[in-house]
């Protein structure tokens, strides 16, 4: 079955330190995986894709097949970076159809 | 420009009443997705449109729901005789052509209650 695991609700940290949102995920097939952040009062947008290899405000994603995992971290956290956070993935030959996480909240202290 | 935009923001219903919300997707986007957000979970993948043609309806909870897009742009998702478990925040989001490559881009959502 496919499945999108976040085992945080809740992760709370000081500016300046490392944080990582972890992500596990099961799926019969090739997965795309996906990082979304929630602002407060705003939509849900894309963060970031791990096809894309890229760096988004200072956020980093490594996809390990091996551990079934697509950990976001980033190293030095900051304020506005206090959101919700879902993982999500899709199919590389089905990828119209998302399976996201339940979320972590990341709050950042100052 | 413009971005998705869904209506009502809010909407209140007793149980047994059918509903209508309504996604007006970015100009142009070919693909369109419905999902429904319970308190606390992430989005639920509901249906997915490419043009007016529903080419995946699976995660369709029961035959009460039921969406449609007969022109290819403006969707409307209906839920028949509500129920309280029905209550959630119905999200929909657009994509430009649907290939693998595409960003969902998403609305405000709808916050459903059922009473």
């Known amino acids: 079955a496919q499945r999108v695991t976040q085992p945080e609700k809740l992760l709370s940290v000081f500016k300046g330190a490392p944080v990582e949102l972890k992500c596990n995920y099961s799926y019969s097939g090739s997965p795309e995986l996906f990082w979304y952040v929630q602002y407060s009062r705003q939509r849900l947008q894309l963060l970031l894709r791990?096809?894309s290899r890229e760096s988004i405000k200072g956020f980093t994603a490594d996809l390990n097949k091996g551990e079934t995992s697509f950990h976001l971290k980033k190293p030095f956290a900051q304020e506005e970076d206090s959101a919700m956070y879902y993982c999500a993935l899709s199919g590389v030959y089905n990828f119209n159809k998302f399976y996201f996480g339940s979320g972590t909240k990341l709050n950042v202290k100052p | 420009g413009a971005g998705v935009s869904q209506s009502p923001r809010y909407k209140v219903a007793k149980r047994g009443q059918d509903v209508a919300l309504r996604c007006d997707p970015i100009?142009?986007?070919?693909?369109l997705f419905w999902y429904q957000q319970a308190l606390g979970q992430g989005p639920e993948f509901l249906t997915y449109?490419?043009?007016?043609?529903?080419?995946?309806k699976s995660g369709l909870p029961s035959d009460r729901f039921f969406a449609e897009r007969p022109e290819g742009s403006v969707s409307t998702l209906k839920i028949q005789r509500t129920q309280q478990e029905d209550s959630a925040v119905y999200l929909c989001?657009?994509?430009?052509?649907?290939?693998?490559?595409?960003?969902?881009?998403f609305g405000p959502g709808t916050r459903l209650t059922v009473l």
């Open positions: 791990h096809i």
């Open positions: 100009s142009g986007h070919v693909s």
């Open positions: 449109f490419q043009n007016e043609a529903q080419l995946d």
């Open positions: 989001a657009s994509s430009l052509n649907g290939q693998d490559t595409d960003t969902q881009y």
